[in-house]
């Protein structure tokens, strides 16, 4: 029996979406961001293809924003969700054949950075209410710090999956067992660093995506500002020696927010039934990164949709949600 983490591509029957809720949190950017957060979830769903979303508030004033934001159709539910990020803090849900299982991992803040109450809890909560048998696995682990092409391979980045905050005690060799123990993962491309000022420690849903089978998106640089161009190139040059058909789009550049560097990304894009959904942040290439994944997945409706505020919580509209497979 071998249990798959699916790729994102393939059918959902569902997706939770975590909603910007606390103001300590969040400060001056959280009606924004719950503007936002609120579009994704909205696209997603007016898509349909039997894609339910839920959007999980953290308490009942946001609620209350929530359902007056959101289409009709949106579940809304509140529960103690800690921050917003459930690609990390929720199960990962695994198939061998028409068997699924909820993947349950340890949850360490990124690396012992943020410890909101919930964040333990949120995962298997929501996958126990869904009636799925929780598997837990023994050691630290991101849902955003790897992704997959369905078919056994998997990229990740040294910076995360190596770092000492995380797992310290585990070199690659017993890493790369976990992973095909957990998620029937059997190739693993390991990418170098993640992108500048990523407190993930360089989560692959910010740095590098697959598309298809052993084929993965990279970003390219935007210019010789570009404060991630080093790292780009060697993405681009890791993947090609691994074997991997590399498709380029081109990056943000150079972002910031109150004067500092952050990870804005385009690579950040959720995958559902019938919509791709695409973080944007009114730079020069938000046209020309949609036009790419537009090619890629033209029986998709690829949106764009503001993530500025989004971004100032630490992530984007990938890192907000985790899809149930069907």
Known sequence: MTFRMPAEWAPHEAVWIG????????????????????????????????????VIAGNAEAMAVAE????????????????????????????????RIARNFGFNGWGNRFDYPGDQTIGQ???????????QADWIFEGG??????????????????????NPTLDKAAIEDRLRTDLGIERLLWLGDGLANDHTDGHIDNLARFVGPNHILVPSSAGLDDPN??????????AEAFGCKVTLMPSVGRFEQDG???????????????????????????????????????????????????????????????????
């Open 19 to 54: 909603f910007p809720s606390s103001a300590e949190y969040w400060g001056a950017p959280l009606q924004r961001a719950q503007q936002q957060m609120a579009a994704f979830a909205n696209a997603v769903h007016a898509s349909g293809q039997g894609e339910r979303v839920h």
């Open 145 to 166: 710090s790897i992704d997959v092409d369905g078919e056994g391979l998997a990229a990740t980045t040294v910076d995360c999956l190596l770092n000492p905050n995380r």
């Open 125 to 135: 909560e929501l996958a126990a209410d869904f009636g799925f048998e929780i598997a």
């Open 229 to 238: 161009q080093s790292v780009f190139e060697d993405a681009r040059a890791r």
């Open 260 to 326: 500092e560097i952050v990870p804005a990304s385009y690579m950040n894009f959720y995958i559902g039934n019938r919509a791709v959904v695409v973080p944007i942040y009114g730079g020069a290439n938000d046209d020309a990164a949609i036009d790419v994944l537009a090619s890629i997945y033209p029986e998709r409706d690829v949106i764009g949709v503001m993530a500025d505020a989004v971004l100032t919580g630490g992530g984007s509209f990938h890192c907000s949600s985790q899809h149930v497979p069907v």
């Open 68 to 99: 007056g934001l959101l289409d009709a159709g949106v579940h809304v539910e509140l529960r103690q969700i800690g921050d917003v990020w459930l690609r990390d803090t929720g199960c990962i849900i695994v198939k061998d054949g028409d068997r």
